[in-house]
């Protein structure tokens, strides 16, 4: 998408977006199968404008994305301990990652036990986490999750949470880029 530059019409071009969404969530809602539908919405608005995040909450957007995950709450895959534990844990694309797949991997089943999810693991990383079934550990760095220190959404890991530009500041980095 592309919100105009102009920082006063972008609030206007997302509550039109907004309205969309409402709908689609509304019907898709209101159907028979909802009860088994997991609904992912993710924003990441990027660096609007070009690559000189100078507003400071385009800076925290870009390292924090904001994630929504609606689940149904009597789902097979559910573990509603471990999910709400989950919503203020660090979690990244990866355990997103991680969780779609089991989603989508097939169901085992062997006589009268229960069926479980048989996850082919190729490609997710040992250290994801199935945001449905595992708990993430609330004292999960950044550095654990295999984040950029300059990605890093944690105060305590990073000093430049804060903004640091000062007058001049953003034409000395233009003077490094590859590019006019």
Not at 13 to 24: M, P
Not at 32 to 43: C, E, G, P, Q
Not at 92 to 114: A, K
Not at 151 to 170: K, L, Q, T, W
Request: charged share 20%; aromatic share 10%.
């Amino acid at each position: 998408h592309e919100y105009s530059l102009d920082a006063a019409h972008a609030p206007l071009s997302a509550e039109n977006y907004d309205g969309t969404v409402h709908r689609f969530l509304t019907d898709i809602m209101a159907r028979d199968d909802a009860r088994d539908t997991y609904i992912v919405l993710r924003s990441d608005h990027g660096l609007q404008g070009g690559p000189y995040p100078i507003d400071y909450s385009t800076q925290i957007e870009h390292m924090h994305p904001w994630t929504a995950i609606i689940a149904p709450a009597k789902h097979r895959s559910l573990s509603i301990e471990s999910f709400s534990l989950n919503q203020n844990r660090l979690a990244t694309g990866f355990d997103i990652y991680h969780s779609m797949r089991y989603l989508m991997s097939p169901l085992l089943v062997r006589g009268n036990d229960e069926p479980k999810s048989v996850l082919f693991d190729s490609g997710i990383p040992h250290w994801s986490y199935n945001l449905f079934q595992q708990t993430i550990p609330s004292n999960r760095s950044c550095q654990d999750a295999k984040i950029p220190k300059e990605f890093c959404p944690c105060i305590d890991e990073r000093s430049d949470m804060a903004p640091s530009f000062y007058v001049g500041h953003s034409e000395q980095i233009k003077k490094k880029l590859p590019f006019p």
